[in-house]
């Protein structure tokens, strides 16, 4: 939010609505302004956040120029500050998302590679159904998370937009400079424009919400699968062995999925979040009461449970151990009947995962 301030400042100079020396001032203050959360917080039940904040931050320009602290946040307003706040922290974090799933998928690919010729049981309703390969199993997943990279990379670039409207949503504050002022604002947070505001058109959120939880939900689904290959009574898979992972504090014996327990907790948690940033796209008129008011945090929480389940699920497949002679064994004990080699179209449906991930990956395609 300091970050948004001084730079409105600066991009109010620049288009000659404010002295260049003021904007200085109030520029240097934001850079290395400190704030009572606590005070915020409290003071902030009175309306919106912004308010003490804007409040906290005046008297910090005041203490150096009380002639700077008159132009601090002019012409904003407070969902102006909030919502590109909120953006603000949102690029970087869903970069990260994308960061971890990209080494979640390669995992994948490279499980896919070197086990294309592997066979072992499929499973439908649980139970032992045909024979397969681990590769054809993995190439799934990464199918999976093929689509969710460029989803969520679709949806980061589309909500990690400048919002700018001023108190109705029109810049009025601004008059003819309102475009200048708009673009020279986005230049310095290195945000695209909208010249469209969106205090109450909430869709960016609720769609990068629901493709956050999807991926999330991908991770769930191979966490799901490993550590049902995990369970001694199969035991085709396994998590590394780490010290102080996977452990029982009570039962020695034991060895537990604790990488898939993240991901399969984060892949629960996920849908209602996302449920509640659709639930949201119903504001009144111009500014809503009570949906945006919660939204930075309900993104925070989805993100995190995301990249939380993605950076589990990216650590058990880099590390994961395949047991080629179990699944040898439990498709001869399992398939008695059925033929060891009939793999169908699976080699070729590898190769088409891979490709899928290859062209998801590649330099070009990320927004």
Known sequence: MARFEGALARASARVGLVPAAHAEIISRVCERAQFDAAALAREGRAGTLAIPFVKQLTAQVAAVSSEAARHVHAGATSQDVIDTGTVLCLKPACARVAELTVQLGNGAAELARRHAATPTAARTLLQPALPVTFGWKAAVWLSMLARSLAGTRNAASSACILQFGGP?????????????????????LGLPASWVPWHSAR????????????????????????????????????????????????????????????????????????????????PEHERGLGQWQSQWFTLRELVCATASGTSAMADALEGLEVNVKAMRANLASLLKDQPQDAFGAAGAMIERALGEWKAATSPGTAP
């Not at 504050?173 to 200048?180: D, M, V, W, Y």
């Not at 966490?223 to 009574?233: H, K, T, W």
């Open 203 to 282: 869709d960016r959120f609720a769609r990068l919400g629901a493709e956050l939880a999807i991926l999330a939900g991908v991770a769930g689904k191979i966490g799901r699968d490993v550590s049902l290959l995990m369970q001694p009574e199969v035991g085709e898979a396994a998590e590394a062995a780490k010290a102080g992972r996977g452990g029982s504090s009570s039962m020695p014996h034991k060895r537990n999925p604790a990488l898939s327990m993240l991901a399969l907790e984060a892949s629960q948690r996920a849908p209602a979040l996302a449920a509640t940033l659709l639930a949201q796209l119903t």
């Open 168 to 188: 109705s949503g029109t810049l009025s504050s601004f008059g003819e400079r309102a475009g200048a002022v708009m673009e020279a604002l986005a230049q310095e």
